[in-house]
Every structure is written in C-alpha cells, then in structure tokens.
C-alpha cells in the first residue's frame, strides 16, 4: 500500500498549486541555511548539505502524506465498525417501537 501511496504522492501531489508553493518556501529556507555555511564549507560540501537537506523534506513530507492517509483510513474503519454496533441494534429497536412486534419478530425469525 505504501508503494501505491508513493506513486500517488510522486505523480500527481507533487504537482497541485499548493504543494508547489510550499515546495518553494522550502527550497527557499533550505538555501538560507545553507548560504550561513558558504565561509565554513566547500561548494561540493554545500551541495551535499543542500541534497542532504532537501531528501530528509521531500522524505518527511511523503511519509507525513502516507501516514495521514493511514489515519484517515483507521478512522473511516472505525466509523463504520462504530456505525454497525450503533446503527444495527437501533435499527431493530425502531422497527419494534413501530409495530411493536411484528417487524421484530420477522427479522428475528420469530413466529
């Protein structure tokens, strides 16, 4: 599922307006950190910081993406789990308040 989750952040996410334009606010906080290093480092070790940094975000994002989709997919499990305990008994208890018997006693086989 993840690797499903992976393609759909890589191929069509990446792409929407929004996430382009945080994209951008990253890039952009990534190279003022990296431009306070330009006395202390090499260029070549300024591109592996600016790579290092920009893998650990786009990384962070897409796990952030999956685990999201995770939770959201939990919680509509547990909603219908939750909606079957709930709704069931209260369907069967509204049909024996209606007719008081008949209806319960037809679902339940009861002659």
């Given at each position: 599922?993840?690797?499903?989750?992976?393609?759909?952040?890589?191929?069509?996410?990446?792409?929407?307006?929004?996430?382009?334009?945080?994209?951008?606010q990253v890039d952009e906080e990534i190279n003022r950190l990296v431009k306070s290093y330009?006395?202390?480092?090499?260029?070549?070790?300024?591109?592996?910081?600016?790579?290092?940094?920009?893998?650990?975000?786009?990384?962070?994002?897409?796990?952030?993406?999956?685990?999201?989709?995770?939770?959201?997919?939990?919680?509509?499990?547990?909603?219908?789990?939750?909606?079957?305990?709930?709704?069931?008994?209260?369907?069967?208890?509204?049909?024996?308040?209606?007719?008081?018997?008949?209806?319960?006693?037809?679902?339940?086989?009861?002659?």
């Amino acid at each position: 599922m993840n690797d499903l989750l992976g393609r759909i952040y890589n191929d069509v996410l990446v792409y929407e307006s929004d996430v382009v334009k945080n994209n951008k606010q990253v890039d952009e906080e990534i190279n003022r950190l990296v431009k306070s290093y330009t006395k202390q480092l090499s260029d070549e070790e300024l591109e592996k910081l600016n790579d290092l940094l920009s893998l650990t975000v786009m990384t962070t994002e897409q796990a952030g993406f999956e685990n999201g989709v995770s939770i959201v997919r939990v919680n509509h499990i547990l909603n219908f789990v939750v909606s079957l305990i709930i709704l069931y008994p209260l369907t069967f208890l509204i049909c024996y308040l209606i007719d008081k018997s008949k209806y319960f006693r037809i679902i339940f086989g009861i002659k």
